[in-house]
């Protein structure tokens, strides 16, 4: 079974550092494009950047760049998003997606079950 | 970037009745060299990550109900549920993958009557 495993709930403070994580499965992990999508508590979907898992080539919406890291250790099939800083803004359920396309661009058809990341003094 | 807006923001219909959901590009997302458009239709029920339902602006994705359907071009589209059933309450997202930043639009939230 094709599948894409989030690493669970997270609750931080205000200036602390995250990473989360996004195991794939089932499938040929470098063949696709991962992508990380927020949500914020009661609203849409939002595109942070997304990663080559061959080269480790990354782009970022400019909404996301430098305050996020996205990464990938090819060898255990993990992608990761990772903050240095974290802001109460930040709160948010983070999903993790996968192209449709082969070494292309496509729908994102293939979801993580999503992390909940909760930053609060 | 390209905004993509969506209407309308909610719709409440009977079962069986169709539900019609509009997104506008504010750039085209067709392709001219393969004559593609690069949107994206998502389903997201409460507690659960979306659903991809269709690409490509009118590709059903492999276990989807024919009562969904996409249709448009350029920088118009619509998904239709052609019977609405109990089992379609959610909200639906458009989304560009023309170019990044990837986008998406408002979301609309559809009910039953």
């Known amino acids: 079974e094709v599948q894409l495993v989030q690493s669970g709930a997270e609750m931080k403070k205000p200036g602390e550092s995250l990473r989360i994580s996004c195991k794939g499965s089932?499938?040929?992990?470098?063949?696709?494009?991962i992508s990380w999508v927020r949500q914020m508590p009661g609203k849409g979907l939002e595109w942070m950047g997304r990663?080559?898992?061959?080269?480790?080539?990354?782009n970022y919406s400019p909404s996301f760049q430098g305050h996020v890291t996205i990464s990938v250790d090819k060898s255990i099939s993990t992608a990761y998003l990772q903050w240095r800083s974290l802001k109460a803004s930040d709160t948010a359920m983070y999903y993790c997606?996968?192209?449709?396309?082969?070494?292309?661009?496509?729908?994102?058809?293939?979801w993580g079950q999503g992390t909940t990341v909760t930053v609060s003094s | 970037d390209f905004v993509m807006t969506q209407s309308p923001d909610s719709l409440a219909a009977s079962l069986g009745e169709r539900a019609t959901i509009n997104c506008k590009s504010s750039q085209t997302v067709l392709y001219m060299s393969n004559n593609k458009n690069y949107l994206a239709w998502y389903q997201q029920k409460p507690g659960q990550p979306p659903r991809l339902l269709i690409s490509?602006?009118?590709t059903r994705e492999s276990g989807v109900p024919d009562r969904f359907s996409g249709s448009g071009s350029g920088t118009d589209f619509t998904l239709t549920i052609s019977s609405l059933q109990a089992e379609d309450v959610a909200v639906y997202y458009c989304?560009?993958?023309?170019?990044?930043?990837?986008?998406f639009g408002q979301g609309t939230k559809v009910e039953i009557k």
């Open positions: 089932g499938y040929s992990f470098t063949s696709y494009w």
């Open positions: 490509w602006a009118s």
């Open positions: 997606a996968r192209g449709d396309v082969v070494r292309g661009v496509g729908g994102m058809g293939v």
């Open positions: 990663i080559d898992t061959t080269d480790s080539y990354s």
């Open positions: 989304q560009q993958y023309y170019t990044t930043p990837w986008t």
